[in-house]
């Protein structure tokens, strides 16, 4: 948490950034402190990312997905999951291409009827020389498996894996939560999913929203840091992340002007102010309490694919007592949430982040952005990634 | 204004690109003379292009263009057009993304409500921060604009503009000269436009073409030049080109034969041999002086949009001495002329680039290329553009 590590040279890099943001065009030596961040194209290594809703592996069905430019093959064996890498180790083909399982706990590669054990990975056969000599020799790579909160995660990396509660946002495997959520492709880099969400002012595209339209939410047009001490930074032990109050410690921007034009945030005489933190987290999740509604809270994933692509997770979850209400709630999220929020609101958010995909390749963003005072919350995020990031994803 | 450059120190060089021409694998060195073309991927930089015609802005809607790899966004502020750059200065994205204008001369960017003048560029208000440090310092490029002709010119580039006269044709500038075109994104790199637009013998593919049939004009199968002189270099000051006299320096050929077959170009008893001259200019436009009849001038602009595009700018002129006959070429040109020579007749040579542009990527074709005499001309044109332009459009 903030304060205790106030030393001269952290008051000294605070200035910095301060006067970077400022004006930015004297001070570009700031951005080396997220130089690891920059080189993350893929995504952080040695890290739980989801990867499927439990309800996606409801059978026996193998089912495939690429993550952090990985091919990865999951299937339920006995009820629990299990994930090897979707390629056979003889002529490397992905095993999805024609899905071949003759017995519950084994996948035969179509090509050549190499059979490997599902949990784990072991070569058990060959079907075209039965007996073949790398039986037992061979194996492919299997990932480590958690299933939590409706939610399969998978371990991408080559370290004993870290407990699951270091990688997800702070209550999220609370016992008396009530999860559901979908989840989507996008066409752009992970890291600009993960800024648009956190990002305090980008809230500006939402005022036309069907969610500020049809409920009573109340969003202003931006939210601009108080003071350098706006954003806590929370480096562990447990989950590493940023976290704006943003009911605290931002200033909400109801009007503005441009000459004699006066821009503002929808008002309503009953409406609910939304949103009352907004937080950030490793590898790539973000947490929003108090939205869509004050009950409610919202997280979000943006788990790369590739470097060009992310897989949107948008789960919504409520505390319950009983399972009844947990019933009640999913109900309320398939028939009311999810197209006035989940599609209706975070629409805007994914066609933002494909515009952002141009302006960070071709206009080379990366190199020529500009980033203003309520960036803060930005840089923040894009320092604490670098320094407690476990690796940066690379293929090889 | 033209001068033949048939001088002492000129004719050497001549005499190398005439062997060259007859036996190019021996003279291979020649091609050093155009070196600085080889590398205009993306055009000539520090020079003025059509952004787009002056129709194209009638009411005070920005409209965005993408021209030598460069986004730009133009708009028309009390009756002038101005220039900016299509991204904000802030994180890149389009401005053009979606389009936000809030008072007759700003424009505001969508994402977090950055504001700039339109006429410099300059930042002037944050919709989401009002008052941000960044006012008055932050601005995005801002592109020098001259309307004239009915063409909106925009001067890409970072020198001080010289005047447009030095960048188009002769004579296009002529107060009683009435101009009207359309324009088309087209498939294929700028300098294969403009090579198939000058090359005399092209005019090959063009002997079944609609204006031969709706019109008294007769093309033959090629113009070949009679000496080494049938070309005029104009090398200013004012204007830079090659000028091909083709009336007068070139030999039509209007029948040839295989064997017993032979090959004719359309003849009729009342004919005419149209397209007595026509010219290459800097930075990327060709001049037909009596084309398609007598009394008309053709003007075609290549302008790079990118590497394996460009766009095309059909123009049509006539010399004209009141507003009706003005009026009345207009007319005609869009009901007559567009549909017998923009799509009849110049679609021929749209099909021609887009073959071309497999042929100079896949086929290697600016290093496998082998030239003939009459291609003379081609080399000229690109010597010329080596010699007088003033930059090389690189982006990065």
Same mark, same amino acid.
């Given at each position: 948490?903030? %304060?205790?590590?106030?030393?001269?040279?952290?008051?000294?890099?605070?200035? &910095?950034?301060?006067?970077?943001?400022?004006?930015?065009?004297?001070? =570009? =030596?700031?951005?080396?402190?997220?130089?690891?961040?920059?080189?993350?194209?893929?995504?952080?290594?040695?890290?739980?990312?989801?990867?499927?809703?439990?309800?996606?592996?409801? #059978?026996?069905?193998?089912?495939?997905?690429?993550?952090?430019?990985?091919?990865?093959?999951?299937?339920?064996?006995?009820?629990?999951?299990?994930?090897?890498?979707?390629?056979?180790?003889?002529?490397?083909?992905?095993?999805?291409?024609?899905? +071949?399982?003759?017995?519950?706990?084994?996948?035969?590669?179509?090509?050549?009827?190499?059979?490997?054990?599902?949990? *784990?990975?072991?070569?058990?056969?060959?079907?075209?020389?039965?007996?073949?000599?790398?039986? #037992?020799?061979?194996?492919?790579?299997?990932?480590?498996?958690?299933?939590?909160?409706?939610?399969?995660?998978?371990?991408?990396?080559?370290?004993?894996?870290?407990?699951?509660?270091?990688?997800?946002?702070?209550?999220?495997?609370?016992?008396?939560?009530?999860?559901?959520?979908?989840?989507?492709?996008?066409?752009?880099?992970?890291?600009?999913?993960?800024?648009?969400?956190?990002?305090?002012?980008?809230?500006?595209?939402?005022?036309?929203?069907?969610?500020?339209?049809?409920?009573?939410?109340?969003?202003?047009?931006?939210?601009?840091?108080?003071?350098?001490?706006?954003?806590?930074?929370?480096?562990?032990?447990?989950?590493?992340?940023?976290?704006?109050?943003?009911?605290?410690?931002?200033?909400?921007?109801?009007?503005?002007?441009?000459?004699?034009?006066?821009?503002?945030?929808?008002?309503?005489? *009953?409406?609910?102010?939304?949103?009352?933190?907004?937080?950030?987290?490793?590898?790539?999740?973000?947490?929003?309490?108090?939205?869509?509604?004050?009950?409610?809270?919202?997280?979000?994933?943006?788990?790369?694919?590739?470097?060009?692509?992310?897989?949107?997770?948008?789960?919504?979850?409520?505390?319950?007592?009983?399972?009844?209400?947990?019933?009640?709630?999913?109900?309320?999220?398939?028939?009311?949430?999810?197209?006035?929020?989940?599609? %209706?609101?975070?629409?805007?958010?994914?066609?933002?982040?494909?515009?952002?995909?141009?302006?960070?390749?071709?206009?080379?963003?990366?190199?020529?952005?500009?980033?203003?005072?309520?960036?803060?919350?930005?840089?923040?995020?894009?320092?604490?990634?670098?320094?407690? *990031?476990?690796?940066?994803?690379?293929?090889? | 204004?033209?001068?033949?450059?048939?001088?002492?120190?000129?004719?050497?060089? =001549?005499?190398?690109?005439?062997?060259?021409?007859? &036996?190019?694998?021996?003279?291979?060195?020649?091609?050093?003379?155009?070196?600085?073309?080889?590398?205009?991927?993306?055009?000539?930089? *520090?020079?003025?292009?059509?952004?787009?015609?002056?129709?194209?802005?009638?009411?005070?809607?920005?409209?965005?263009?993408?021209?030598?790899?460069?986004?730009?966004?133009?708009?028309?502020?009390?009756?002038?057009?101005?220039?900016?750059?299509?991204?904000?200065?802030?994180?890149?994205?389009?401005?053009?993304?979606?389009?936000?204008?809030?008072?007759?001369?700003?424009?505001?960017?969508?994402?977090?409500?950055?504001?700039?003048?339109?006429?410099?560029?300059?930042?002037?208000?944050?919709?989401? +921060?009002? %008052?941000?440090?960044?006012?008055?310092?932050?601005?995005?490029?801002?592109?020098?604009?001259?309307?004239?002709?009915?063409?909106?010119?925009?001067?890409?580039?970072?020198?001080?503009?010289?005047?447009?006269?030095?960048?188009?044709?002769?004579?296009?500038?002529?107060?009683?000269?009435?101009?009207?075109?359309?324009?088309?994104?087209?498939?294929?790199?700028?300098?294969?436009?403009?090579?198939?637009?000058?090359?005399?013998?092209?005019?090959?593919?063009?002997?079944?073409?609609?204006?031969?049939?709706?019109?008294?004009?007769?093309?033959?199968?090629?113009?070949?030049?009679?000496?080494?002189?049938?070309?005029?270099?104009?090398?200013?000051?004012?204007?830079?080109?090659?000028?091909?006299?083709?009336?007068?320096?070139?030999?039509?050929?209007?029948?040839?034969?295989?064997?017993?077959?032979?090959?004719?170009?359309?003849?009729?008893?009342?004919?005419?041999?149209?397209?007595?001259?026509?010219?290459?200019?800097?930075?990327?436009?060709?001049?037909?002086?009596?084309?398609?009849?007598?009394?008309?001038?053709?003007?075609?602009?290549?302008?790079?949009?990118?590497?394996?595009?460009?766009?095309?700018?059909?123009?049509?002129?006539?010399?004209?001495?009141?507003?009706? &006959?003005?009026?009345?070429?207009?007319?005609?040109?869009?009901?007559?002329?567009?549909?017998?020579?923009?799509?009849?007749?110049?679609?021929?040579?749209?099909?021609?680039?887009?073959?071309?542009?497999?042929?100079?990527?896949?086929?290697? %074709?600016?290093?496998?290329?082998?030239?003939?005499?009459?291609?003379?001309?081609?080399?000229?044109?690109?010597?010329?553009?080596?010699?007088?332009?003033?930059?090389? =459009?690189?982006?990065?």
């Amino acid at each position: 948490m903030p %304060g205790e590590s106030d030393t001269a040279s952290v008051k000294a890099e605070q200035r &910095e950034l301060e006067a970077f943001l400022d004006d930015p065009s004297g001070h =570009q =030596q700031v951005k080396h402190a997220w130089r690891p961040y920059l080189e993350a194209k893929l995504g952080f290594r040695n890290h739980w990312y989801p990867v499927l809703f439990s309800h996606d592996l409801d #059978g026996d069905t193998p089912k495939p997905v690429q993550v952090l430019g990985e091919r990865v093959l999951l299937r339920r064996v006995d009820g629990q999951v299990h994930a090897v890498e979707d390629r056979c180790a003889h002529r490397r083909v992905p095993f999805s291409a024609k899905l +071949e399982c003759y017995t519950q706990d084994t996948v035969t590669c179509w090509y050549h009827g190499f059979t490997y054990n599902f949990c *784990n990975g072991k070569l058990v056969q060959v079907l075209t020389e039965p007996g073949c000599a790398l039986i #037992g020799k061979m194996a492919i790579k299997t990932y480590p498996v958690q299933e939590v909160q409706g939610m399969i995660f998978v371990f991408v990396g080559d370290r004993e894996p870290s407990a699951i509660q270091e990688d997800v946002p702070p209550g999220l495997l609370d016992a008396d939560l009530a999860t559901r959520g979908i989840r989507r492709e996008v066409k752009s880099n992970w890291r600009l999913g993960t800024e648009n969400g956190f990002d305090t002012t980008h809230i500006y595209i939402h005022r036309h929203s069907k969610l500020i339209k049809t409920t009573d939410a109340l969003l202003p047009l931006g939210l601009v840091p108080t003071s350098k001490h706006s954003m806590d930074i929370v480096e562990g032990p447990g989950p590493k992340g940023v976290i704006d109050k943003l009911a605290n410690n931002y200033v909400p921007v109801f009007d503005s002007t441009i000459g004699e034009v006066t821009v503002s945030a929808q008002l309503k005489p *009953n409406g609910k102010a939304v949103a009352s933190s907004v937080s950030v987290w490793l590898p790539c999740v973000l947490r929003v309490e108090g939205f869509p509604a004050p009950e409610i809270t919202q997280f979000e994933w943006y788990v790369p694919i590739d470097e060009k692509n992310h897989m949107y997770w948008q789960v919504l979850a409520k505390k319950i007592n009983t399972p009844e209400e947990a019933v009640a709630f999913q109900a309320e999220v398939d028939s009311h949430w999810e197209e006035v929020a989940l599609r %209706g609101f975070n629409d805007d958010d994914v066609w933002a982040r494909e515009a952002l995909e141009d302006a960070y390749t071709e206009g080379e963003g990366w190199a020529k952005e500009r980033l203003f005072k309520p960036d803060m919350c930005i840089v923040e995020w894009r320092k604490l990634a670098s320094k407690h *990031n476990r690796g940066i994803q690379r293929l090889t | 204004m033209s001068s033949e450059s048939g001088t002492g120190e000129a004719k050497p060089e =001549q005499g190398e690109v005439k062997a060259f021409l007859d &036996e190019p694998d021996k003279h291979q060195r020649v091609k050093e003379g155009w070196r600085p073309y080889l590398e205009a991927k993306l055009g000539f930089r *520090n020079h003025w292009y059509p952004a787009m015609f002056a129709y194209e802005l009638t009411g005070d809607e920005p409209k965005a263009v993408k021209m030598l790899g460069e986004r730009l966004i133009l708009r028309r502020v009390d009756g002038r057009v101005y220039a900016l750059e299509d991204r904000c200065a802030h994180r890149r994205v389009l401005l053009s993304a979606k389009v936000e204008c809030y008072t007759k001369d700003t424009i505001t960017c969508w994402y977090h409500g950055f504001t700039y003048n339109f006429r410099d560029g300059k930042l002037v208000q944050v919709l989401t +921060e009002p %008052g941000c440090a960044l006012i008055g310092k932050l601005s995005i490029k801002s592109y020098p604009v001259q309307e004239a002709q009915g063409l909106v010119f925009v001067f890409i580039g970072d020198i001080d503009p010289p005047p447009l006269q030095d960048d188009v044709p002769p004579g296009f500038l002529d107060s009683e000269l009435v101009v009207t075109g359309v324009r088309r994104d087209i498939k294929g790199n700028w300098r294969l436009a403009s090579e198939n637009g000058f090359d005399t013998t092209h005019i090959y593919i063009h002997r079944h073409s609609k204006v031969l049939t709706a019109t008294d004009a007769i093309l033959p199968l090629g113009f070949i030049p009679q000496d080494r002189h049938s070309m005029i270099l104009v090398e200013g000051p004012g204007p830079k080109g090659v000028v091909d006299k083709l009336a007068n320096n070139y030999i039509p050929v209007f029948e040839s034969g295989i064997n017993d077959v032979k090959v004719s170009a359309a003849m009729r008893p009342h004919g005419q041999v149209v397209a007595p001259e026509v010219s290459s200019w800097l930075p990327c436009v060709l001049k037909l002086q009596a084309f398609p009849i007598p009394e008309l001038f053709v003007f075609e602009w290549y302008v790079p949009i990118e590497e394996d595009t460009h766009w095309y700018y059909q123009v049509l002129g006539k010399k004209v001495s009141t507003d009706e &006959e003005a009026a009345a070429f207009r007319t005609e040109a869009h009901s007559f002329w567009a549909d017998v020579l923009w799509r009849g007749f110049n679609d021929q040579d749209v099909s021609a680039r887009e073959a071309l542009e497999d042929a100079y990527t896949e086929g290697e %074709g600016w290093t496998k290329e082998r030239l003939y005499r009459p291609d003379m001309c081609i080399i000229e044109w690109r010597k010329i553009a080596s010699k007088y332009n003033r930059g090389i =459009q690189k982006l990065r």
